[in-house]
């Protein structure tokens, strides 16, 4: 199966990413009609469904059949006799981080993550005629609709909660039972995208048309999630951030107004003294660590190594790739791994990083065997592969 291009700016086409960050991202919906039925084609279709579902195999969590918010799972591997069953008795289908078992949403999956540089997590949804799946809802995530085939109805509400984050979800019933009018309603037809941010309340029905639907949730981090970082990292070097609150500081006194003093100059050290771009880093770390390795051939690659020569071209995997250095050694994070060398390779690492596409023999700072050594491992371990 080759490479999708399929990417962000595709995506959203013909609105242009930065028209769509400054008028539309966290502000408000943005619906974006095509007269294209094919135009997501290259990702999925239903014939893909039943091969798809059979990746799932004995982990049926993430298969979910939905009904006016009730749920029912399997048990052991999964039925597609009980699954066609449900479908055909009014429940909608829910697959799960589908980007981990569809080669073609997996690419676009990547590519949103590189772009993006957020936590992006990809289901589908496939409904039968006449139907309603999750009832009245808000995310606590942005998300993009992406209309695969048939249509869908969508009844937006005003936000109860701007921005809301995970621990308000508790909300949810509350403002469901507070629900005004819509403030705007959208026939998402194949080929449409619907942009969403998090916290919009929305409901979605058929009518006389089934529908596929992909949505795509960018689970942004927050800039408290770097103010967090920083104060956990800043704690790591001053004391006095790991020091007790005063005895007796919840009642009025000179307890706590020694607790508001200190409390005052703790925010002032962390204005003064916290590092943000370590702090970035550290975030950095997280977001790969916690990124999977794309299945694109990868054993094709391994039997392949004892063919690589100097003139071999290679070419990094698509991703976010980060320098580590140490005293002694250097190394490159990339998604869901890490790979450190001597310093002696840092020039090599470094003219990696750097160069999208190379010739083996065009590493600088080796001797040809070492250089060989070197893009094996990196082959091996899922940085390079040979163009």
Known sequence: MSKSDFDFERMLHPIDSETFFSQYWEKRPCFIPRSDLNYYSELISIKDIDSIIRFYGSNPSQVQLIKENSFFNNDGV??????????????????????????????????????LNHPVGINLY????????????FDSHDVFILQVEGSKNWRIYDSPITLPLPSDHKYQERFRNELKSPVAEFCLNAGDLLYIPRGYIHEVFTSDSSSIHLTVGIHAYKWFDLINTAVTLLT??????????????????????SLKEQFQELLQTLADKSEVEVAIEEIAQRFLGEMSPLADEHFYQLENLDNLT???????????????????????????????ESNRSERAIRFIVDSEEFAIKDLPGLTDNSKLALVRRLIQEGLLTTV
């Open 236 to 257: 790591q070097k001053d004391v006095r951030f790991r020091e007790s609150l005063p005895v007796g500081f919840l009642q009025q006194g000179e307890a706590k107004v």
């Open 310 to 340: 100097l003139d071999t071209i290679v070419q990094k995997r698509e991703g976010i790739y980060r320098i580590i250095k140490t005293i002694s050694k250097i190394g490159i994070q990339f998604a869901g791994n890490t790979v450190m």
């Open 78 to 115: 999964v039925d597609l006799k009980q699954l066609y069953k449900a479908y055909s008795l009014g429940y909608t289908l829910n697959l799960g981080r589908i980007n981990e078992r569809w080669k073609p949403i997996s690419d676009l999956h990547r590519k949103l993550q590189v772009f």
């Open 126 to 137: 496939m409904s039968p005629k006449n139907s309603q799946g999750f009832a009245a809802h």
